[in-house]
């Protein structure tokens, strides 16, 4: 047997290997031996057909499938003995593997085609400048969070009149095909309408200062924005909506109020489980902290996303795309067309690249995420939920149970170690490259998001 390679453009090459009789005659000779000792045939004892039946019958396909197993065993042991750095896997050059003749020939050669990882050269260090954004968390924000959470905790009143946006009004829906008259065979249906939901300014005054037994008629079209919300407002699905569906007449049987929680003690234990409250300020800075942490997330997978463009650009990693294009279609032969490759390349071809600087980064900065971080993310996590439930010591035992059962769901698990590994990749960059930091507020950093996304959307549809 012998076998090479040769690169023929680029980082694409060939892989040829050639297999004589000699390398193929005793694992056909065997195969043979084992379907005689099987075979069945009429007139003959089991195991005692003529060998020369089974090879007529027989002997091309085992010659095919031992020949082809030898090659392919041969082509990995040899790509690992090489220490070739390739891309997917070796594949069959058809036009010449479809010319054997498996009658007549004796010694074969098969070629293969292959595509190099290409080397990345590039470093981590200062001199790579990427901006950080920080957002501005004010007075505003903290109070309408501690609003929410007043809300939250609240206790349903019930007024006798309507007089806020957040009330709730339950009563009768009657289908109308005018202020006056009711509909033939009306919509009829009891549910509950959130005043804040409503979107029309003129509707949703009419909804307040309402008593129990008041009606009112009104465009349930204008009122919401969608089918989707008219739908859930009535409690109907959206195909039995009516077609003209418009005039309603409301008819109020309930109103109903949440009555904000004071902010005392026992307001502060039922929202921050586990920490000690003494006041409205030290409230505002666990708000302020809280609200941080959760915008600091969203920033920091920004961040981790700009910090990849950034580092793709400078790295400018060549690849061997039409061995790539040829690979996706030939091993996604049910999803892909050649046509939706060619469209979608780029976005292919971008992911592979990041996967190969990502694999150097983590090589050269022994990035890794091990199975007891893993449990030690779970304990926290399944303790964070157990406070929830007023669970601020739960038993270790308790704890350990929950964790084992989640690592036993390889999805669940998955999740955590990508989750970590982003968090660690993230430490990094924030360590090693150099951070332009620009204070923002939310919405400000919301827009940025926006008009970035949009801009990528306007030349992605340009190139297609």
């Known amino acids: 047997m012998n076998i090479f390679h040769e690169k023929t453009n680029g980082l694409s090459g060939v892989l040829k290997i050639q297999i004589n009789e000699n ?32 090879k007529k019958l027989h002997g091309k396909d085992v010659l095919i499938e031992q020949v082809n197993k030898l090659t392919g065993e041969a082509v990995y042991e040899y790509i690992k003995e090489k220490e070739l750095n390739i891309l997917g896997n070796p594949l069959p050059v058809q036009d010449q593997n479809k010319s054997v003749d498996w009658e007549n020939q004796k010694e074969f050669e098969f070629h293969f085609s292959i595509g190099f990882a290409p080397g990345i050269e590039l470093t981590l260090s200062d001199k790579i400048k990427v901006e950080y954004y920080k957002i501005k968390i004010g007075n505003k924000l903290v109070n309408e969070q501690i609003n929410n959470l007043q809300h939250q905790q609240g206790k349903i009143i019930n007024p006798e009149k309507s007089g806020d946006d957040k009330d709730s009004l339950f009563g009768e829906f009657v289908q109308m095909d005018s202020e006056e008259k009711v509909a033939e065979e009306p919509l009829i249906k009891k549910s509950k309408i959130n005043i804040e939901d409503i979107k029309d300014k003129k509707i949703r005054n009419d909804f307040l200062s309402r008593k129990v037994g008041d009606q009112i008629v009104f465009d349930i079209n204008k009122a919401f924005e969608s089918k989707d919300k008219i739908s859930k407002v009535l409690d109907v699905d959206e195909e039995k909506l009516p077609e003209k569906a418009a005039l309603f007449r409301f008819t109020v049987e309930t109103i109903s109020r949440i009555e904000p929680a004071e902010l005392n003690d026992e307001f502060f234990k039922k929202v921050s489980p586990g920490k000690t409250i003494a006041d409205e300020d030290e409230l505002k800075k666990l708000v302020s902290e809280e609200i941080s942490k959760r915008y600091q997330d969203e920033v920091d997978r920004y961040f981790r996303n700009e910090v990849i463009e950034t580092l793709l650009e400078m790295a400018d990693i060549q690849l061997p795309e039409e061995f790539i294009k040829q690979w996706l279609i030939e091993t996604n032969k049910e999803e892909l067309t050649k046509e939706k490759v060619e469209a979608e390349f780029d976005q292919y071809a971008d992911s592979l690249r990041w996967q190969l600087l990502e694999s150097k980064i983590t090589e ?72 332009k930091e620009k204070e923002v507020t939310f919405d400000e950093f919301s827009n940025l998001v926006k008009e970035k996304f949009e801009k990528k959307q306007k030349k992605s549809n340009a190139v297609k």
């Open 23 to 54: 390398d193929y005659s005793e694992k056909v000779n065997n195969a043979m031996r084992d379907l005689q000792k099987k075979a069945q045939m009429p007139g003959f004892r089991t195991g005692k057909v003529p060998m020369g039946i089974i």
């Open 364 to 435: 050269d900065h022994n990035i890794k995420v091990t199975d007891n971080e893993v449990k030690d993310h779970l304990r926290e996590y399944v303790k964070a939920q157990l406070s929830q439930y007023g669970q601020n010591n739960p038993e270790k035992e308790m704890v350990e149970n929950f964790v084992n059962n989640i690592m036993e769901k390889e999805e669940e698990v998955k999740k955590v170690r990508e989750k970590l590994f982003d968090d660690k990749l993230i430490k990094l960059f924030k360590n090693t490259l150099k951070l």
